[in-house]
């Protein structure tokens, strides 16, 4: 059998997101349809701020939300708008990679977390592994054969050809900067000091190697600037992987079983 050999590997590739420099246009929602002609969601109002999208999705692998803060003083001066573009975070030790039996979720030349569409079988394992609740199966009626698993794949047809994948060309403000994760780890923390000076002191990185966000699922190639803390945001403080919490649940059952069967002894056995 003629196998061809894997690509060699490349400089890491992500996303660095500054969330502080979000307008919320939606530009890199519509740009990652457009490019990946993934269908449109149906314009519904989901009652929660200008955010009609709702979540991220088989169909929907950019989601800019929109989180509206008032302080509890009422003071209208203190009211602020959270803008934030979502995204699958490519994550160094990704738990839907760990979780897929086929080998259809692979590791790119670029680091980055990539679905074999020809190989996924739509068991659905990769779903719940995901702490982000991001890749998802596609609709029964969808243009992809039914239930395969989708999400974002950083553009990897684009980076093939040196592009700039499509979110980051779109997005007007460069809230979404695309480059060599390490280069873009040092942007980070140079903007992060820059926005605390300013007085942004609850300006936060996610995603980072020293972030404690990555004690588990390692560094993301997809990483945040915050406003606010990440549960502000929907993120995790601390994404688990499914392998190391499996202990701990297998625990657990383990103390639920004893503890019904002891007091079945205690109720049945009380009765001769
Ligand atoms: S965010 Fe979820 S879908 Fe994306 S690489 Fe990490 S585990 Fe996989
Ligand atoms: S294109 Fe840029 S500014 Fe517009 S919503 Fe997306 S991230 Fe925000």
């Known amino acids: 059998m003629n196998v061809e050999p894997p690509p060699p590997p490349k400089r890491a590739k992500g ?3 500054d969330t502080s420099l979000c307008i919320g246009c939606k530009a890199c929602e519509v ?3 457009q490019w990946n002609q993934l269908p449109a969601d149906g314009f519904k109002m989901t009652g929660n701020s200008y955010d009609n999208t709702g979540t991220l999705g088989a169909t929907t692998w950019r989601h800019v939300q929109f989180i509206e803060q008032a302080k509890a003083n009422g003071s209208r001066q203190d009211q602020r708008w959270l803008m934030m ?5 490519h994550c160094a030790n990704a738990a839907c990679l760990e979780a897929c039996p086929t080998g259809a979720l692979i590791r790119t030349e670029y680091g980055t977390v990539y679905v074999q569409q020809d190989i996924c079988n739509g068991c659905g394992f990769c779903v719940p592994a995901c702490p982000f609740g991001v890749i998802d199966r596609a609709p029964k009626h969808g243009q992809f054969e039914a239930g395969t698993a989708h999400k974002c794949t950083l553009c ?3 980076l093939k050809d040196d592009l700039t994948p499509a979110c980051a060309k779109s997005c007007p403000t460069a809230s979404i900067q695309f480059g060599d994760v390490e280069e873009l780890q040092e942007r980070a923390r140079r903007r992060l000091g820059e926005l605390r000076a300013r007085g942004e ?5 996610y995603g980072m190697p020293e972030g404690k966000e990555a004690a588990e699922v390692g560094p993301l190639h997809a990483f945040f600037l915050l406003l606010d803390k990440p549960q502000t945001y929907n993120l ?9 919490t499996m202990a701990e649940r297998y625990g657990w059952s383990a103390a639920v079983g004893a503890g019904f069967a002891l007091v079945a002894a205690l109720v049945f056995g ?3």
């Not at 995790?236 to 190391?244: A, F, G, H, T, W």
């Open 15 to 17: 996303f660095f997101t």
């Open 31 to 33: 740009a990652c349809k």
């Open 85 to 89: 573009s979502d995204v699958c975070k």
């Open 156 to 158: 990897y047809d684009r």
């Open 201 to 205: 002191t609850k300006a936060e990185l």
């Open 236 to 244: 995790p403080e601390v994404p688990r992987l499914p392998r190391k």
């Open 270 to 272: 009380g009765r001769r």
